[in-house]
C-alpha cells in the first residue's frame, strides 16, 4: 500500500470514532469518549515499536522515537477532540475521486475555495456531521510519518517526540501537558487547514462571562417594577461594535464574539470571546466589556450586571520571535513537498500558543483540512499527502 492509501486509511479510522470535547463538563478529559481514540492510538504506537507514555487519568499520549544519524530532537502534536459545535457521533466520510466541482454538499458557489481542488480526491462527510479533519488529518499525518520511518529504517531522522491532547476544541489542550514527558525542545502542533499556509502568530485571547438578575413579576402589575433580565441583555449586547464581530473582520482585525447566551425575565447568562492580535488593544478589547458593563448598572441605578474576565492564551508571535529557524525549516519543508509557503495569522487558538508561553516554541503547521467545525468540512488528499511529506523532511537532519 503506497503512502497515500496508506494515509487515507488510518484517517478514515479515526475520524469514525466520536471524541467531542464539552466545554460544561467541568472534567479532564472533558468526555470520556475521547479515550477510545486514545487507546487505539496507544496500540498502534507500540505496534510501531515505540517508547510510549500514556497519561491515562488525563488522557495524554506521548511517544518516543529514538534518533539514527542525528543528535537532536523534534516534536509534533495534534489534537484528539473534535468541536462541540457539531455533532462527531456517526461520522459517515465520503470519498468523491477527482472532484468536479458538482458536489450536493461542496458546492463552489457556496465555498468558492472549492474551485481550487478541481480534480482533486476529497473526503467530505455526510452533511450531518463534521468530518474531524480537525485535528484527525494532523494525528493520521503524524501516524504515518512514524509509520514510514520504521519501515524504513536506513533514512536517517531526528528524535520524534510526538503528543496526542485532549480537550484543545474548549481551549483546555494544555492543561496537564506534562512537558517533562515529551522528549523534545522544539516542537510543531500539526493543526492547521490549507496545504502551505504557516502559523506562528495568534490571537491574545480571553473568556467574559455576563451575568445579569433581572426582577420578575407579573406581567399584569409589571409596570414600574419588572427588570427582563433577556431584555438588559440585549441591551448590553447593543453596546458591542457592529462591525468587530468574526462575520465582519479578518487578517489581524480583532472582534467581540457572543458566543452563547442563556436567558428568562430573572436571569441572564452570556460568553464572550475577546480576540486581539495586538496586545495593547486586547486589553483595550477588555477595559470596553468593563466599561459596558459600568454603563448598563449606571442606566438601571444598581449592580444588576456582573462581569468577570478570563485570559485564555496569548499570541505566540512573542515567544518564536527568537526560535525563526523553525519558521525556516518549516517554510523549506513546504517548497519541499512541492507548496509554497505563506505566514499567515492564526484567526483562533492552537496547544501552540500555551506550549510556546511555557518554553516549547511550537508554530503551526497545516493538515489539508477545510471548513472546520461545521457539516461542510472536507480535506483534500493531495494535500495530506503534502502535509505528510513536509513533515517527514522536517524530521529529517539533511
Known amino acids: 500500500m503506497d503512502k497515500q492509501s496508506s494515509l487515507v ?81 456517526d461520522v459517515k466520510p465520503h470519498f468523491i475521486h477527482s472532484y468536479d466541482g ?93 496545504f502551505g499556509i504557516l502559523e506562528y502568530e495568534c490571537f491574545n485571547a480571553a473568556m ?62 452570556m460568553q464572550f470571546l475577546i480576540r486581539d492580535h495586538d496586545l495593547e488593544r486586547f486589553e483595550a478589547r477588555k477595559e470596553f466589556m468593563k466599561d459596558a458593563a459600568f454603563t448598563i448598572n449606571e442606566r438601571y441605578g444598581s449592580e444588576l450586571l456582573s462581569i468577570s474576565i478570563e485570559d485564555q492564551y496569548p499570541n505566540m508571535a512573542m515567544y518564536l520571535k527568537d526560535h525563526m529557524d523553525l519558521i525556516e525549516r518549516a517554510q523549506e519543508a513546504i517548497r519541499h513537498a512541492g507548496g509554497i509557503p505563506s505566514v499567515e495569522p492564526i484567526r483562533g487558538g492552537t496547544d501552540g500558543a500555551i506550549l510556546s508561553s511555557r518554553g516549547l516554541p511550537c508554530p503551526n503547521l497545516p493538515t489539508g483540512g477545510y471548513n472546520y467545525h461545521s457539516r461542510y468540512e472536507y480535506a483534500s488528499v493531495p494535500e495530506m499527502q503534502k502535509t505528510l511529506e513536509t513533515i517527514i523532511k522536517l524530521a529529517r537532519p539533511d
Open 9 to 89: 486509511e488510518r484517517f478514515l479510522r479515526y475520524v469514525k470514532i466520536d471524541t467531542q470535547s464539552d466545554e460544561e463538563s467541568g472534567r479532564h478529559p472533558s468526555t470520556d469518549k475521547q479515550r477510545d481514540l486514545a487507546d487505539l492510538l496507544v496500540t498502534e504506537l507500540k505496534d510501531l515499536g515505540l517508547d510510549v507514555d500514556y497519561d491515562e487519568k488525563n488522557c495524554y499520549v506521548y511517544a518516543y522515537l529514538p534518533p539514527n544519524g542525528s543528535d537532536t530532537d523534534l516534536g509534533f502534536i495534534s489534537h484528539m477532540d473534535t468541536s462541540p459545535a457539531v455533532s462527531g457521533k
Open 208 to 269: 467574559a462571562t455576563v451575568e445579569i438578575k433581572g426582577k420578575c413579576v407579573h406581567t399584569g402589575s409589571a409596570k414600574g417594577i419588572m427588570i427582563n433580565a433577556s431584555l438588559v441583555a440585549n441591551e448590553f449586547i447593543n453596546l458591542m461594535p457592529e462591525d468587530e464581530t468574526p462575520e465582519t473582520t479578518e487578517g489581524y482585525e480583532g472582534f467581540y464574539y457572543l458566543d452563547s447566551i442563556r436567558s428568562d425575565c430573572e436571569n441572564a447568562k
Open 102 to 194: 458538482k458536489d450536493d454538499i461542496l458546492d463552489p458557489a457556496d465555498f468558492p475555495e472549492l474551485k481550487e481542488h478541481i480534480g482533486e480526491d476529497l473526503i467530505r462527510t455526510d452533511g450531518t456531521t463534521l468530518l474531524g479533519a480537525d485535528d484527525k488529518a494532523g494525528i493520521a499525518e503524524i501516524m504515518e510519518m512514524l509509520s514510514f520511518f520504521k519501515s524504513n529504517p536506513d533514512v536517517t531522522h531526528h528524535g520524534i517526540a510526538v503528543a496526542f491532547t485532549p480537550d484543545e476544541e474548549i481551549g483546555e489542550g494544555t492543561a496537564n501537558f506534562d512537558l517533562s514527558r515529551f522528549h523534545a525542545t522544539q516542537a510543531y502542533t500539526v493543526d492547521g487547514g490549507k
